[in-house]
T-cell receptor, first 111, second 113 residues
Framework: GEDVEQSLFLSVREGDSSVINCTYTDSSSTYLYWYKQEPGAGLQLLTYIFSNMDMKQDQRLTVLLNKKDKHLSLRIADTQTGDSAIYFCAESTRSARQLTFGSGTQLTVLP | EAGVAQSPRYKIIEKRQSVAFWCNPISGHATLYWYQQILGQGPKLLIQFQNNGVVDDSQLPKDRFSAERLKGVDSTLKIQPAKLEDSAVYLC???????????FGPGTRLTVL
């Protein structure tokens, strides 16, 4: 079955790095995604990684994928107060083109 | 490029009433999804369309929920009659043909009293 798990809360100081972790169970996942949700808003696509990659960097965002352990992480460098939001990890299934989401990690950036 | 549009943004109804939500996907996107997001949880897929056909509605409570995508563009999701546990944000997403990447609208927040 498919299951995506994330820790619920993360708190960091402004300027520090944030690392949000995610584990998934479907070994046939093709892409893994990170979405950001601010209060009262929809989900904003941040970045994604193909399952045959280990790492992807996009400006302040670094995604690491350990396929053996089915572990995905999102590192945000120089975290700012505007990064405070809920971050969702999601995996896609090869055949169905559907996403399975985790419950989200609430990131709080303290001044 | 315009994003996914949804309306209304907020809706408050009493239980047993009916409600409808509208979604206009990104132009040219063949696949359209409706999700339910209960407070504190990730989005859960309700129904997936490919053009105007249903690909997957296995998670849609068909005794009270219905959805359509006439002409393969806009879509409506209806709840009739609503229950208290239907209080949630209803998100619409679309994706281009041949990709898994989904783009989300702002959602409709439904409160059932």
């Amino acid at each position: 079955g498919e299951d995506v798990e994330q820790s619920l809360f993360l708190s960091v100081r402004e300027g520090d790095s944030s690392v949000i972790n995610c584990t998934y169970t479907d070994s046939s996942s093709t892409y893994l995604y990170w979405y950001k949700q601010e209060p009262g808003a929809g989900l904003q696509l941040l970045t994604y990684i193909f399952s045959n990659m280990d790492m992807k960097q996009d400006q302040r965002l670094t995604v690491l994928l350990n396929k053996k352990d089915k572990h995905l992480s999102l590192r945000i460098a120089d975290t700012q107060t505007g990064d405070s939001a809920i971050y969702f990890c999601a995996e896609s299934t090869r055949s169905a083109r559907q996403l399975t989401f985790g419950s989200g990690t609430q990131l709080t950036v303290l001044p | 490029e315009a994003g996914v549009a949804q309306s209304p943004r907020y809706k408050i109804i009493e239980k047993r009433q009916s409600v409808a939500f509208w979604c206009n996907p990104i132009s040219g996107h063949a696949t359209l999804y409706w999700y339910q997001q209960i407070l504190g949880q990730g989005p859960k897929l309700l129904i997936q369309f490919q053009n105007n056909g249903v690909v997957d509605d296995s998670q849609l409570p068909k005794d009270r929920f219905s959805a359509e995508r006439l002409k393969g563009v806009d879509s409506t999701l209806k709840i009739q009659p609503a229950k208290l546990e239907d209080s949630a944000v209803y998100l619409c997403a679309s994706s281009p043909t041949g990709t898994d990447t989904q783009y989300f609208g702002p959602g409709t927040r439904l409160t059932v009293l």
